[in-house]
């Protein structure tokens, strides 16, 4: 199985920069995908964007390409998801997931860490 804890969301004024982290452990050789994802209030779960776990090509939702960076750090157990230029309408609970090699899917999650952007 995979682990997956998020954490950095906060409270920010629009236009302004925060830094996800998406801790990872246990069986990660399985991971092919790593996602992001957010559920704004009142609104379906988003996919935000992702990186490919072997080799690190991401790809992103045309709503946040160019503002929001998917990176990896030196050792590979920590995803982040460095986000600027906020808006309110990126006020969401953001959520990583897992998708294990051959699944097709995302099939683990974290817990959610809430993100507020105001005007």
């Known amino acids: 199985q995979v682990q997956l804890v998020e954490s950095g969301g906060g409270l920010v004024q629009a236009g302004g920069s925060l830094r996800l982290t998406c801790t990872v452990s246990g069986r990660t050789f399985t991971i092919y995908i790593m996602g992001w994802f957010r559920q704004a209030p009142g609104k379906e779960r988003e996919f935000v964007g992702g990186m490919i776990w072997s080799g690190g090509n991401t790809f992103y939702a045309d709503s946040v390409r160019g503002r929001f960076t998917i990176s990896r750090d030196n050792a590979n157990d920590t995803v982040y998801m460095q986000m600027n230029r906020l808006k309110p309408d990126d006020t969401a609970v953001y959520y990583c997931?897992?998708?294990?090699?051959?699944?097709?899917?995302?099939?683990?999650w974290g817990q959610g860490t809430q993100v507020t952007v105001s005007s």
């Open positions: 997931a897992a998708q294990p090699d051959g699944a097709g899917k995302y099939e683990y």
